[in-house]
């Protein structure tokens, strides 16, 4: 009795199979599905269940896929950053994916301390404390003791959890001389609609700890500038500081929405909501105050709120052009960011993936950002308006616009690895924030641009 | 067609290797295993099941089910589960390519002959030869059920296109039975593995690459092969050329014409060997566009042109 219940199930399943296999021919486009058609069909045929995952495993690589890169940013007498990445990403049976991924870091150069350019040298004191540096008339203030390495370890699993749901977890460690960041995230992602469509939602938690050299100097006082080898300096440069370290957290929840649209085009959609608690200050960044005749009479050390709610929005399409437009890939994102500090930006972000002959392509890419203040930013402070709460001159948080215009060429050699070179402009643009400048202020650069240039060399073998 | 049938066994370093002839191509069966026993055993279960495919589907054995249902001259001849399997498996190919694989199409060659030496198409036929016979080619026209089919007269089925494959997937099956111990099969090029080599090391399979070197020269790709299948599908050497046109010997089961500009051989990868071999012939017959129609698909392949 049992075995012959266990054939009629049997021939429903087939006849489902077959069914299936029909309506997957009839309703849909059949290219996409041919390979589950296949499956079935096979299945049916042979009497098996219904293999589909192993075909990923015929790969003419090892099992660990490997990506490295090195990077190059260099920005016109500032601040330079030498990069490398080493990412691999193995694949095991069940489609569990682990990746790992290691960053080193090494940052050195000058960096903007906040305070304006004058006619005349100005003279700082070092965030250590340690030591004064001068910056010549009509120059921007650069502190040049930037000097950092840092190296950061990104690890995420990511496996099945059924049919069209997928899960990951990842963990984030990265540590520099007077910073450290630990993270965690989730994620789920749900398939649906012939895995046409997927929904996804993640959450990350990151825990980060500042302990700058030199403490975190206690916002709105003044800077202490004077002989840093006087008895009494350390005991007065100890009064402008509250403590040797500060922390502050992250949460983000980002919800996505992918979805295709043919065979030719996909679109995602996102979602952003970010809540920083904490530190939040730049411990490095001061402010100039000056008389009505723009001459700096102080610089205080900025202050910032301690807690920032961020949200974004992203959407992005990809289409890919037939031979009329030499199979090229177009990717064209756009952003909008909006936090609790006034501060908004767009982002669109275009690159071009052009295929040249059967193993390179070039792909040139164009990015333009343009960003509103915070509430709270100034370029410098008029003497009798010292009595604000929040502060800051730090240009990063100022109006501006930045475009980024570069191209990449990949290669893919003869054992299948790629091979790829980036070169890219940058180039930041401050909006004269459009306050009346004392007449001492006149001739001189309060919103300097910065160019960058940045080089890479990827290798993925 | 009757070689004597016999069977090669021979030690290798790290097991046995099995060798045999059938469906007109070289076997092959590696199996790592000291033991002896097991692997004559394998030896016999695989040789068996292949010549009993070949005997049973090939159209060119009188005795064989595909020559008694080309012969039923228009009337019901009785089937088993197997065939009817088959004949299914065969339905669902030709409507995934909308008619283009079609198992009847078999009768074309008899106007299309490839010598089998220098490879050429000794006779071009004439339209008109053609056209009497593409009148011949219908999946449509073919009735059957579980029990039974209806051919029409002077029509014939051709299991050729998927017989291999499918004799690949049955030994994969039988052989999972024996044993555990890793495995390759190997009809002619069409091949399929039980599972990764001891300490999870994947079988190398040399392909024919078809990108060249820096020189210029064709080279070998070694394929690292874990789980599943690999088939391949055309013939280099099957040609022929007419008013400066490269005609390739997969026929079109439409128009009863060579497709042409296909490449000359593509291999993929599939969990089983019949789908390999299926998505294979089925992008050689998209002619021009066969690389696309598999990139589309998101499938593992070499192409050869």
Redesign the interface.
């Known amino acids: 009795m049992a075995e012959k219940v266990l054939v009629a199930v049997a021939v429903g399943v087939t006849n489902d199979m077959n069914k299936k296999v029909k309506d997957t021919i009839t309703k849909t486009n059949k290219k996409i599905n041919l390979k589950a058609s296949l499956s079935l069909a096979a299945s049916a045929l042979l009497g098996t269940s219904v293999v589909t995952a192993p075909v990923s495993h015929a790969k003419d690589a090892d099992e660990w896929q490997f990506d490295s890169a090195f990077l190059v940013y260099s920005e016109v007498d500032r601040v330079s950053a030498t990069e490398a990445i080493i990412a691999g990403t193995k694949t095991f049976d069940n489609d569990e994916v682990l990746s790992l991924k290691l960053t080193v870091d090494a940052l050195t150069g000058a960096s903007a301390n906040g305070a304006i350019a004058q006619p005349m040298a100005q003279t700082f004191t070092r965030p250590s404390g340690n030591g004064q540096y001068v910056t010549p008339a009509g120059e921007t203030p650069l502190d040049d003791t930037f000097k950092d390495t840092r190296v950061q370890l990104n690890a995420q699993w990511a496996q099945p959890l059924s049919d069209n749901i997928t899960g990951s977890v990842g963990g984030h460690l990265s540590k520099e001389y007077d910073y450290l960041s630990l993270g965690v995230n989730g994620n789920l992602a749900y398939d649906f609609n012939r895995n046409n469509s997927t929904i996804s939602i993640g959450l990350s938690y990151f825990q980060d700890t500042f302990t700058p050299e030199g403490g975190i100097p206690k916002p709105l006082s003044s800077m202490l500038i004077g002989d840093s080898s006087a008895p009494d300096w350390d005991a007065e440069f100890a009064k402008t500081r509250i403590g040797d370290s500060d922390d502050k957290s992250t949460a983000d929840i980002l919800v996505g929405f992918t979805q295709v649209i043919n065979r030719r085009m996909i679109t995602a959609f996102n979602y952003s909501y970010s809540m920083v608690d904490g530190y939040l200050t730049d411990p490095f960044k001061v402010i100039s105050v000056i008389n009505f005749d723009g001459i700096a009479q102080d610089y205080i050390y900025e202050n910032r709120p301690d807690s920032r709610v961020k949200q974004s929005t992203f959407m992005q399409t990809k289409y890919h052009f037939d031979e009329s437009l030499l199979n090229t890939v177009a990717d064209i994102s756009y952003r909008y960011m909006w936090d609790d500090w006034d501060i908004t930006s767009h982002t669109i972000d275009t690159r071009f993936t052009i295929p040249v002959g059967r193993a390179s392509y070039i792909e040139p890419h164009i990015r333009f950002y343009q960003q509103g203040a915070a509430d709270f930013y100034q370029p410098y402070i008029i003497d009798d308006q010292k009595s604000v709460d929040f502060v800051s001159a730090d240009y990063r948080i100022g109006e501006m616009t930045a475009v980024t215009v570069g191209a990449k060429y990949g290669v893919v050699l003869n054992g299948g690895n790629e091979l790829s070179f980036r070169i890219e402009y940058y180039r930041q643009m401050p909006t004269d924030a459009g306050f009346v400048d004392p007449n001492g202020l006149n001739g001189l650069d309060k919103y300097p641009v910065v160019e960058a240039v940045i080089a890479q060399v990827s290798y993925s073998f | 067609m009757k070689n004597k049938r016999t069977v090669e066994l021979n030690q290798k370093k790290d097991g046995y290797c099995v060798n045999f002839t059938a469906m007109a191509s070289p076997c092959e069966v590696l199996i790592q295993t000291q033991d002896k026993n097991l692997a004559e055993q394998v030896a016999l279960c695989v040789s068996a099941e292949v010549w009993r495919i070949e005997d049973k589907y090939s159209r060119y054995d009188r005795r064989s089910i595909c020559s008694q249902i080309n012969s039923g001259g228009g009337k019901q001849v009785a089937i088993d589960e197997e065939t009817y ?2 004949l ?2 065969s339905e ?2 030709y ?2 390519s ?1 008619g283009l694989f079609d198992i009847t199409s078999g009768v074309l060659r008899q106007v299309w002959s490839f010598d089998s030496l220098s490879g050429e198409c000794q006779h071009f036929p004439s339209a008109t030869e053609i056209n009497k016979l593409i009148r011949l080619v219908d999946w449509n026209k073919v009735t059957y059920d579980q029990h039974s089919i209806i051919l029409p007269k002077n029509m014939e089925l051709d299991f050729g296109g998927i017989g291999k494959e ?1 004799a690949v ?2 030994c994969i ?1 039988l052989v999972k039975v024996l044993t555990d111990k890793p495995l390759l099969v190997n009809l002619g090029g069409d091949l399929a593995v039980t599972g990764p080599r001891t300490n999870n090391q994947p079988w190398q399979v040399a392909i024919e690459h078809p ?1 060249c ?2 020189l210029g020269q064709p ?1 070998d ?8 299948a ?1 088939a391949t599908s055309g013939d280099a050497r099957r040609y022929l050329i007419k008013q400066g046109v490269r005609y390739g010997h997969v026929l079109n089961a439409k128009t009863g014409w060579p497709i042409i500009h296909a490449p000359r051989s593509i291999t993929t ?4 060997c ?2 390999a071999g ?2 294979a012939t ?1 992008a050689l017959l998209q002619g021009e566009q066969a690389e696309q ?1 598999l990139t ?5 392949f070499w192409a050869r042109r």
């Open positions: 399997l088959l299914n498996f669902q190919c409507q995934l909308d499918y997937d049955r099956l990108d070197d820096a080279q790709m070694i394929v690292a092969l874990k789980h599943g690999l990868v599939a969990p089983q019949i789908q299926i998505l089925l129609f589309e698909q998101e499938i593992t």
